[in-house]
């Protein structure tokens, strides 16, 4: 068994970070390993709700398919994961720090195929997937810090935001 585990301080709100991570379809916007989605069932962040992902680890595509078995928002998201010879466990805590800042606190227990870590590949892949990880929550990170600031709508339901209101110049970015 591995284990990988990051302590990160995000300028976003628990719920907003919460969702981020308990919704399956945005984990191409933030998971560096993902390749595609597959099968999503169930409400994003329910116990007992699933998906599977598809992952390029050591070169090779893995199917793992995730059931949700602990959540609490905005505290405590919690998967477990299976994948033809291999496993996961990914616990995630999220705490409130400061006025509008979260804690989050990533455990990943896991263990590889038998294929991937007896092969040429697999001597790097602990390492690779340390920084796979890091790049990963800071990517969780800047999504979430970018999504907390408030956004309006715009008639044809585009989206603007004020990147910086209380400078001399205002800023509109559209997107």
């Known amino acids: 068994m591995s284990h990988l585990s990051i302590t990160v301080a995000i300028e976003a709100p628990p719920p ?3 969702d981020l991570i308990a919704d399956p379809s945005r984990s191409p916007e933030w998971q560096t390993l993902v390749v595609e ?17 598809y992952y390029r680890v050591a070169g090779r595509r893995l199917a793992g398919r995730f059931v949700v078995t602990a959540a609490e928002r905005p505290g405590l998201f919690q998967l477990n994961g299976a994948t033809t010879g291999g496993w996961a ?5 999220i705490e409130p720090r400061g006025d509008d800042g979260s804690e989050l606190r990533v455990d990943l227990e896991y263990e590889l195929p038998g294929e ?3 092969s040429l590949f697999g001597l790097l892949t602990g390492a690779r997937l340390e920084r796979e990880f890091r790049r990963t929550y800071d990517n969780l990170r800047k999504l ?9 709508a715009l008639a044809g339901g585009r989206q603007f935001r004020v990147v910086d209101a ?7 970015a559209l997107g």
């Open 37 to 53: 989605m597959g099968a999503v069932s169930g409400r994003p962040g329910g116990i007992g709700s699933s998906f599977v992902g």
């Open 89 to 93: 466990r990914w616990t995630t805590v």
């Open 116 to 118: 991937i870590v007896g």
């Open 144 to 152: 979430a810090e970018s999504s907390s600031v408030p956004t309006a």
């Open 166 to 172: 209380d400078e001399d110049e205002a800023h509109v």
């Open 16 to 18: 907003l970070i919460f």
